[in-house]
């Protein structure tokens, strides 16, 4: 009964080729986001969607497109995929509240994508 | 923008307390301090939040210096599987991003 998952949990794939990550949260969360994990292990916010809304949107490539059918999804489709694209996408989902809850995410266990 | 610094790694003995600290000079009145931990080859995990007062849950107790510039994370009965990168971050209150840095690496030895 996985709170934040992710599929699929690997993916190679070849440079050009467009793909998608999806995420799903069952805990009644009105915000999603996805982050990046580089090589180097460096965590970075990429969007953040607050039901269904785009609310933070770093500076990401064009090739980069996050859709949110529902508060309960946020899918991230890639096209065009680089080499540099290769790294751990981590999807998180959290409640916004007014006493400082917005800062507790809950998190997938990651996607990790390989570009040849 | 580093709002916060942590050293690079630590270690402790299996069942003694791991106390990790860090520091955010910087921090100004409505920010809180979160820690988040990131065992290998997992999703990041909520540990423990706090703004002034000193908190505690059944993972962590978080202690908040008077001025808050800066703050200790222990674990107090550290056992191998606490082995992780610990990230201490500090986000004001409402609707912000959780940016993180370089964390601490705290490896629990037998």
């Known amino acids: 009964d996985t709170a934040v998952s992710q599929t699929p949990k690997y993916l190679v794939t070849q440079m050009g080729n467009d793909k998608s990550i999806k995420c799903e949260q069952n805990?009644?969360?009105?915000?999603m986001y996805w982050y990046k994990q580089d090589s180097k292990k460096f965590l970075k916010i990429m969007f953040s969607?607050?039901?269904?809304?785009?609310?933070i949107n770093e500076t990401v490539p064009n090739r980069f497109s996050p859709k949110s059918p529902d508060k309960a999804h946020l899918n991230l489709h890639i096209n065009s995929l680089e080499l540099g694209d290769s790294a751990v996408y981590f999807c998180?989902?959290?409640?916004?509240?007014?006493?400082?809850?917005?800062?507790?995410?809950?998190f997938g266990e990651g996607s990790r994508l390989t570009v040849l | 923008d580093a709002k916060t610094t942590q050293p690079p790694s630590m270690d402790c003995a299996e069942g003694r307390a791991a106390n990790l600290p860090c520091n955010h000079s910087?921090?100004?009145?409505?920010?809180?301090v979160y820690w988040y931990r990131q065992i290998h080859s997992q999703g990041p995990q909520y540990i423990i939040h706090?703004?002034?007062n000193n908190e505690t849950n059944e993972m962590a107790s978080l202690i908040i210096t008077e001025d808050r510039k800066s703050s200790t994370l222990i674990l107090p009965h550290a056992t191998l599987r606490d082995t992780a990168v610990y990230y201490c971050?500090?986000?004001?209150?409402?609707?912000?991003?959780?940016?993180f840095g370089k964390g601490i690496t705290l490896s629990v030895r037998p």
């Open positions: 998180a989902s959290s409640q916004y509240t007014d006493r400082g809850k917005t800062g507790e995410l809950f």
């Open positions: 971050i500090v986000i004001p209150g409402a609707n912000s991003k959780l940016t």
């Open positions: 706090g703004l002034k």
């Open positions: 910087t921090i100004s009145g409505n920010e809180y």
């Open positions: 969607y607050n039901n269904k809304e785009l609310i």
């Open positions: 805990l009644g969360h009105d915000t």
